[in-house]
């Protein structure tokens, strides 16, 4: 008889569902994983053999097959290992058939049976939860993955916890979710000396969500301006937070199962390759520009990187998304962000400097920044220059506002936006589509709608957000800094009103 349990394998910010199905066989000894594995998944079995054998667990002298169903979707990483070590047990029935496949697990098995933290727990659990499965994975990854209300989420630190479990000896608990991560303290915009019209651009930036180029010879300080605009920006909304999370958590970039409000400043260097910027590479990872998704992209030295690279810009631009095309894999991600580019106005640097002129103006210039397209620089909407500054100013007390004054306004300015275009049919909410959850919001008794409109008044969301809630109620209500008070009532509607509204 065949032993099943559940885990996923990504696809972008996705996880779709794998059955790992283990069968015994009378014939030669041998242990096989089919399925499309690559190198990491094939090597699970010599892992799942000296991790049972430590746990004094002999495997039988029969062939033992597995097999990751869908076979033709391709499977990578370590994380198989503990899925596929459940169902070997479950096929030796060491552990219950029935309560292994109510359960998706990942994780990497060490050799002594310990369990190493992997990516994409904070997706696992989304799948977990709309399967209706309790998600099993390693420790590390527990707090992380508890963001996902809707999902329990057991985090052992051995398989040998985890037979402990299923056989009754030692419950685990469910684990709770990681803290909220505090924003790192933002560079104030007041250390900025002189450029004043390079700040007002920067705030216009940022409460119009425009793209920026800033044009000096170096040491003006358009680095250091833009490392400032992170503190101008509005923090992340709760939905924000969760998928700018997701992305982070298949990058494995998320620090002690923590999520952060702040928005990401991502600023890679000019010798960066194509897939490190766009996406790519082993298992088609996300690049800098999903990273960055929400918050900033800051390329320094614009003209230096390489011309492909550059061009591959302008699409990801326009449209927020991104697809990955590879010969085994096609994967879209998400990647809305402000792109803030620097440039010198020649390769010297100095072709708008009188004190140390360009001894081959104006044609320097002209080849330098021609390494910029005409498409790709029609994708800015403004374009500052940034004159240097004086060595004698820069021995003044610092003059003009801070960050926290121009953050009110560029706050103001957005929900001034927000407010305006909250009818028009192109305008981004935080729903893909209102009209299912509405009727399902509509129909539900008076008592069910008192509690999601004093939970929704509570906690800043709109009714076309609450497909997001479904799924994330637990995430919701902590990132809004709630003392909890309404988080009874709201688990209560999602859990017996809503939940069951799968196409939501």
């Not at 425009?210 to 300080?221: A, C, D, I, Q, Y």
């Not at 002209?366 to 004698?392: H, K, N, Q």
Request: glycine share 8%; aromatic share 4%.
């Amino acid at each position: 008889m065949v032993a099943l349990s559940y885990t996923v394998a990504f696809e972008g910010v996705e996880a779709r569902e794998v059955e790992v199905q283990c069968a015994l066989t009378p014939g030669v000894p041998g242990f096989a994983i089919v399925g499309l594995p690559d190198k990491a998944v094939s090597e699970a079995r010599e892992r799942v053999r000296a991790a049972l054998t430590g746990m004094a667990i002999a495997l039988p002298s029969q062939r033992i097959t597995v097999n990751l169903s869908p076979a033709d979707l391709p499977k990578e990483g370590s994380h198989f290992d503990l899925p596929i070590a459940l169902a070997l047990l479950a096929a030796l029935e060491i552990l219950p058939r029935d309560e292994v496949a109510r359960t998706t697990s990942l994780g990497e098995l060490s050799l002594d049976g310990g369990l190493v933290a992997v990516a994409g727990a904070l997706p696992a659990a989304l799948a977990a939860a709309e399967a209706a499965r309790t998600l099993i994975c390693p420790r590390a990854s527990g707090p992380e993955a508890a963001w996902v209300g809707d999902a329990c989420v057991l985090a052992p630190a051995s398989l040998g916890e985890v037979v402990r479990h299923f056989t009754g000896a030692a419950p685990l608990p469910a684990c709770e979710p990681g803290e909220v991560v505090a924003p790192p303290a933002a560079r104030d915009l007041r250390d900025v000396k002189g450029q004043e019209r390079a700040k007002r651009a920067l705030e216009i930036a940022a409460a119009g969500r425009h793209h920026l180029m800033l044009v000096g010879t170096p040491g003006s300080g358009k680095s250091m301006l833009a490392a400032r605009l992170p503190g101008l920006l509005p923090p992340l909304s709760a939905t924000e937070a969760l998928e700018t999370s997701m992305i982070h958590s298949l990058a494995g970039l998320l620090d002690q199962g923590g999520i952060s409000r702040a928005r990401p400043f991502r600023d890679p260097h000019h010798t960066a390759s194509m897939p490190a910027i766009v996406g790519g590479g082993r298992g088609a990872k996300p690049g800098e520009i999903s990273l960055a998704h929400n918050g900033v992209l800051f390329m320094d030295e614009f003209p230096e990187f390489p011309r492909q690279v550059l061009e591959t810009l302008r699409q990801p631009v326009e449209t927020g998304e991104v697809m990955v095309a590879r010969a085994n894999a096609h994967v879209t991600y998400p990647c809305r962000f402000m792109l803030i580019a620097a440039a010198n106005p020649c390769r010297c640097g100095y072709l708008s400097d009188p004190a140390r002129a360009c001894s081959r103006a104006p044609a320097c210039g002209e080849d330098y920044l021609s390494r910029i397209s005409g498409p790709l620089m029609d994708r800015f909407d403004l374009r500052v220059e940034v004159p240097p500054v004086a060595f004698t100013d820069l021995d003044l007390p610092a003059t003009g506002e801070d960050s926290a004054t121009v953050a009110a306004r560029v706050a103001a300015a957005r929900a001034l936006q927000a407010r305006r275009y909250a009818d028009h049919p192109n305008a981004r909410t935080n729903a893909d589509a209102e009209g299912p959850v509405l009727d399902r919001i509509a129909a539900l008794d008076p008592d069910s709608r008192d509690l999601l409109s004093r939970a929704a008044d509570r906690f800043g969301l709109s009714a076309r957000g609450y497909h997001r809630v479904l799924r994330v109620a637990r995430t919701i209500a902590d990132l809004a800094g709630s003392d909890r008070v309404l988080r009874p009532h709201l688990a209560e509607a999602l859990s017996y009103r809503l939940v069951s509204a799968k196409d939501s």
